[in-house]
């Protein structure tokens, strides 16, 4: 695992201390000796993960981490808070201000590094995730992602799985003003309750008399469904051993009994905070991507599906030896319903014919509106004879029943010219294709208008 790691301290010899031990596990290092340094280099650089001392002049770490977190920019970049204080109210100051992790001075190396890789580690997703997003930006991505996290909003909802009273009923006392804590006392059950029920985090106790607690956390990162639930793992003094296992599993953050009340909340807080940023953006790039191939006005997919999907679907034909035909559809003089009736009336009979054309084709065939009163439907399995008679009764169907547009429910005829193609046999190509129900669609049109003409294979 690389990665590039920010070290933050005033004084040389605390900086030059923590740079020979990232460096000794391969990490790039960059420093900085305040705080104004430390946030232009997160601004101007790629950082995946600050070490940031909390007692310097001017600024302390305090500030400098709150300014990364409220800055879209830099809100991303986990930050380990490090200080000579050992008081649970600083790690809590920490954290509350966005710290993803505290440490303590001297910084004990087991915590150091699995700290660093387990951030390293959520960092590389969220990376993937904005990189994602990225590739869309010329749909307006910008937007999302210069969103700040999404508010917490509702109580979290924990799951707790511990088989000791003693245990689970402290944590259950801890918890029970601020979040929601289901109990598994037993892991199976644990485990299929996690993938059931929508979870912001699961903590996992290592007290577990006839189950490894690290086969549990192996088997949730396995799931889909919890695969990004956050992991806590509740060890006892003296399991470093098993808590860098658990690292190397993908558990997300760990707590030494005896467990303090405040850092129990902040550290949960950091995890449901972190997952409930992460889930918005995959919803956020989700939507993004269903968008870019989705005609706003009709729901039918748009042109940039179809440059893409209908390659797929040729080649599949031509490797398959199965016939594939298309037709293109212009509604006939639809410029004249814009000019006499107004665009939202052009708008109404847009929808109204995708709806129609919807109803008239199958789940496997690709209805596209291919640009203004243009569409296409391309037909898997379909023979060139076939594909005709599908657009002769789309055709009919149109002309058939009238399209009504206005509050008033005023009555529109509409007609529709259609070319249809469909595969040759031997050498052929998706443009040539296109080109030949394209032809037709004009010969349609210059004949008349309101009628199919299909060009043989």
């Given at each position: 695992?690389?990665?590039?790691?920010?070290?933050?301290d005033?004084?040389?010899a605390?900086?030059?201390?923590?740079?020979?031990?990232?460096?000794?596990e391969?990490f790039?290092?960059?420093?900085?000796?305040?705080?104004?340094?430390a946030?232009?280099?997160?601004?101007?650089?790629?950082?995946d993960?600050?070490?940031?001392?909390?007692?310097?002049?001017?600024?302390?770490?305090f500030?400098?981490?709150?300014?990364?977190?409220s800055?879209?920019?830099?809100?991303?970049?986990?930050?380990?808070?490090?200080t000579?204080?050992d008081?649970?109210?600083?790690r809590?100051r920490?954290?509350?201000v966005g710290?993803?992790?505290f440490?303590t001075?001297?910084?004990?190396?087991?915590?150091?590094?699995?700290?660093?890789?387990?951030?390293?580690?959520?960092?590389?997703?969220?990376?993937?995730l904005?990189?994602?997003?990225?590739?869309?930006r010329?749909?307006?991505?910008e937007?999302?992602?210069?969103?700040?996290?999404?508010?917490e909003?509702d109580?979290?909802?924990?799951?707790?799985?511990?088989?000791?009273p003693?245990?689970?009923?402290?944590?259950?006392?801890?918890?029970?003003?601020?979040?929601e804590?289901?109990?598994?006392?037993?892991p199976?059950?644990?485990?299929?309750?996690a993938?059931d029920?929508?979870?912001?985090c699961?903590?996992?106790s290592?007290?577990l008399?006839d189950?490894?607690?690290?086969?549990?956390?192996?088997?949730?990162?396995?799931?889909?469904?919890?695969?990004f639930?956050?992991?806590?793992?509740?060890?006892?003094?003296?399991?470093?051993?098993?808590?860098?296992r658990?690292?190397e599993?993908?558990?997300?953050d760990?707590?030494?009994?005896?467990?303090?009340?405040?850092?129990l909340?902040?550290?949960?807080?950091?995890?449901?905070?972190?997952?409930r940023?992460?889930?918005?953006?995959?919803?956020?790039?989700?939507?993004?991507i269903?968008?870019?191939?989705?005609?706003?006005?009709?729901?039918?997919?748009n042109?940039?599906?179809?440059?893409?999907?209908?390659?797929t679907?040729?080649?599949?034909?031509?490797?398959?030896?199965?016939?594939?035909?298309?037709?293109?559809?212009?509604?006939?003089?639809f410029?004249?319903?814009?000019?006499?009736?107004?665009?939202?009336?052009?708008?109404e009979?847009?929808?109204?014919f995708?709806r129609?054309?919807?109803?008239n084709v199958?789940?496997?065939?690709?209805?596209?509106?291919y640009?203004?009163?243009?569409?296409?439907?391309?037909?898997?399995?379909?023979?060139?004879?076939?594909?005709?008679?599908?657009?002769?009764?789309?055709?009919?169907?149109?002309?058939?029943?009238?399209?009504?547009?206005?509050k008033?429910?005023?009555?529109?005829?509409?007609t529709?010219?259609?070319g249809?193609s469909?595969?040759?046999?031997g050498a052929?190509?998706?443009?040539?294709?296109m080109?030949?129900?394209?032809?037709a669609l004009?010969?349609?049109?210059?004949?008349?208008?309101?009628?199919?003409?299909?060009?043989?294979?």
């Open positions: 695992m690389t990665a590039r790691i920010l070290v933050v005033d004084i040389p605390n900086v030059k201390l923590l740079e020979v031990r990232l460096l000794a391969y790039e290092v960059l420093t900085a000796t305040n705080g104004a340094d946030i232009e280099t997160c601004e101007n650089g790629k950082v993960v600050v070490l940031l001392d909390v007692m310097m002049p001017d600024m302390d770490g500030e400098v981490c709150r300014r990364l977190k800055d879209p920019a830099t809100m991303h970049i986990p930050v380990v808070m490090i000579a204080l008081q649970v109210a600083d809590v920490g954290l509350e710290a993803d992790d440490l001075k001297p910084v004990n190396d087991l915590q150091l590094m699995t700290r660093v890789k387990s951030l390293v580690r959520l960092k590389m997703l969220t990376d993937e904005r990189l994602r997003a990225a590739t869309t010329n749909i307006g991505i937007e999302l992602l210069s969103r700040r996290a999404p508010a909003g109580m979290p909802r924990i799951l707790l799985i511990d088989e000791r003693s245990s689970y009923e402290r944590i259950q006392k801890m918890l029970r003003s601020v979040m804590v289901d109990l598994a006392t037993d199976q059950d644990g485990f299929f309750q993938a029920k929508p979870y912001d699961v903590l996992v290592t007290a008399a189950f490894d607690p690290l086969r549990l956390c192996s088997q949730l990162r396995s799931l889909d469904r919890t695969r639930l956050p992991i806590v793992l509740l060890a006892d003094l003296g399991e470093d051993d098993r808590i860098i658990g690292l599993l993908g558990i997300n760990y707590l030494v009994r005896p467990i303090e009340q405040q850092e909340i902040a550290r949960l807080r950091t995890q449901v905070k972190r997952k940023y992460n889930d918005h953006l995959r919803a956020s790039v989700t939507q993004t269903e968008m870019a191939v989705t005609d706003g006005l009709t729901g039918l997919h042109r940039r599906y179809l440059d893409s999907h209908l390659q679907l040729f080649d599949r034909a031509v490797a398959r030896r199965r016939p594939l035909s298309m037709m293109i559809t212009d509604l006939d003089r410029k004249s319903v814009n000019d006499t009736y107004g665009h939202d009336a052009g708008d009979v847009l929808r109204e995708a129609r054309l919807r109803q199958r789940g496997i065939d690709l209805a596209c509106r640009g203004g009163e243009e569409f296409v439907v391309v037909m898997p399995d379909t023979e060139g004879h076939i594909a005709a008679k599908v657009a002769e009764r789309i055709r009919a169907e149109i002309a058939r029943l009238p399209f009504a547009v206005g008033d429910g005023q009555t529109l005829e509409v529709i010219s259609v249809v469909s595969l040759k046999r052929d190509t998706v443009a040539d294709m080109k030949r129900a394209d032809v004009y010969e349609a049109k210059s004949g008349g208008r309101n009628r199919v003409v299909a060009k043989a294979a």
